[in-house]
Every structure is written in structure tokens, then in C-alpha cells.
């Protein structure tokens, strides 16, 4: 079993990668990429954001992985223990998400997620 902490810094490593690891250059810049710079921005983390970014398009992407804030990818994701996500799934229920999008990295992981959610 990961322990929080693996499973935060994988959240982080998919993030950087599935957002800002596309794309050559500037005058490529795919929507998600800057869909996910504007996001970070509005949850106050507006020029990590940006050095996220520029050490991607620099070709540095393990130091970019690195620069994605745990806070930012906390706040996004449902990571941890069944009881955190329980908790932490009871907050989003009460804010502005209307959406979920369900990535689990084994059926168990997912069914404890349909479960807290029926």
C-alpha cells in the first residue's frame, strides 16, 4: 500500500505530465496546458505555475514535476486513506464541484470511491 505521501507526489507526476508534458513550444501550447496554468492561478499559485510551465517548454521536465505545488495537486485530488477521501469528498459535496472524474489506479481503489459516493 502507498503511503499519502507516494500518492501525492504520483498525483503531482501526473499532473505536470498529462498537462504541461504536451507540447513543443510556446506556439504550441495545447488548451489543457494553459487551462491547467489558469487553474493553478486562480487557487493562488499563479507563478509556480508559470515556472512549472517554462521549465517544461525549457526540456526540464523532472525539475517541472518537481515545481508542482503538493498543496495544488492536494487540492485537486482525492488521495489517501479511505477516511481522508471520505472527508476530504464531503468538502467538495459543500463547494463549487459539480463534476468528478474518476482515476483509480486498481478496481478496489475505485469501488471504495462508488462506495463513499452512493
Known amino acids: 500500500m502507498l503511503t499519502y505521501r507516494q500518492e501525492a507526489g504520483g498525483m503531482r507526476l ?13 506556439d504550441h501550447l495545447p488548451l489543457a496546458q494553459e487551462a491547467e496554468r489558469l487553474l493553478m492561478a486562480r487557487m493562488g499559485y499563479e507563478e509556480e505555475a508559470r515556472r512549472v510551465q517554462e521549465l517544461f517548454l525549457s526540456g526540464r521536465t523532472e525539475e517541472a514535476v518537481r515545481a508542482v ?3 495544488f495537486a492536494d487540492g485537486i485530488s482525492l488521495v489517501g486513506p ?3 477521501i471520505a472527508e476530504r469528498l464531503q468538502l467538495w459535496r459543500k463547494g463549487l464541484v459539480t463534476d468528478l472524474l474518476a482515476l483509480a489506479p486498481d478496481p478496489a481503489s475505485l469501488r471504495v470511491l462508488a462506495e463513499l459516493n452512493s
Open 82 to 84: 479511505r477516511e481522508r
Open 69 to 71: 505545488p503538493d498543496a
Open 14 to 26: 501526473g499532473l505536470a505530465l498529462g498537462y504541461w508534458g504536451r507540447g513543443p513550444s510556446p
